[in-house]
């Protein structure tokens, strides 16, 4: 028998670029009963309530964003009875009731554009971060190789970083540009769906 207030967790892993999928399933759970109440890398805890009472959607928040307009967004969501039911990095698992009607109209092309370019923009971002971030210890590598080179346990440590480094820069490039490419064409097609609707 199941039981109003029971607990579930359950792990997922979903690309940035399968964030509609990733809703899709919440939605799934949610209609089988299953509301989300927090959010991890991969995790997801539910709570056991009336099936298809709510409904779920993602969304992102810039961290550059000032306060004043993440605190107007915030208010927004509020006043339309939108719940933050989870965050994650700048993901946004937001929660309402089923019977308030779904969050965007039925086939409205320009929001989901709107969303898939901030997806696009977050994952660009992401990936010039990370790839920043490994350069500079490829460089700092570098230099400090440059300067202990005369002793041989330096040049080894030196080889071992450099190749590390360098190993983890393309094994980044090959996770996350066919990611980009993958967003890059879903932008496109809704830039086609536009296209056709005007």
């Known amino acids: 028998m199941k039981h109003a207030g029971e607990m ?18 919440l939605n799934e759970m949610a209609r089988e009963g299953w509301n ?44 339309c009875d939108i719940r933050i039911v989870g965050e994650f990095k700048d993901w946004l698992y937001l929660q309402k009731k089923a019977a308030d009607g779904p969050f965007d109209m039925k086939d409205d092309t320009y929001a989901k554009l709107r969303t898939v370019n901030k997806v696009y923009s977050f994952a660009v971002r992401t990936l010039c971060r990370l790839l920043t971030a490994f350069a500079a210890v490829i460089l700092i590598n570098v230099v400090c190789g440059a300067i202990a080179s005369s002793f041989s346990v330096s040049e080894f440590c030196h080889g071992i970083t450099f190749g590390v480094s360098t190993s983890a820069v393309v094994v980044l490039a090959l996770i996350w540009v066919p990611i980009l490419h993958k967003l890059r064409r879903k932008v496109n097609k809704l830039i086609d769906e536009i296209g056709v609707i005007v």
């Open 36 to 79: 989300l109440t927090a959010v991890g890398f991969c995790r997801y805890i539910f709570r056991r309530g009336t099936p298809g009472e709510y409904i779920y959607k993602l969304d992102i928040v810039e961290r550059t964003a000032s306060d004043e307009v993440k605190e107007s967004y915030f208010n927004f969501l509020t006043e």
């Open 8 to 25: 579930k967790k359950a792990w997922r892993y979903f690309t940035i670029a399968e964030y509609d999928k990733e809703e899709q399933w």
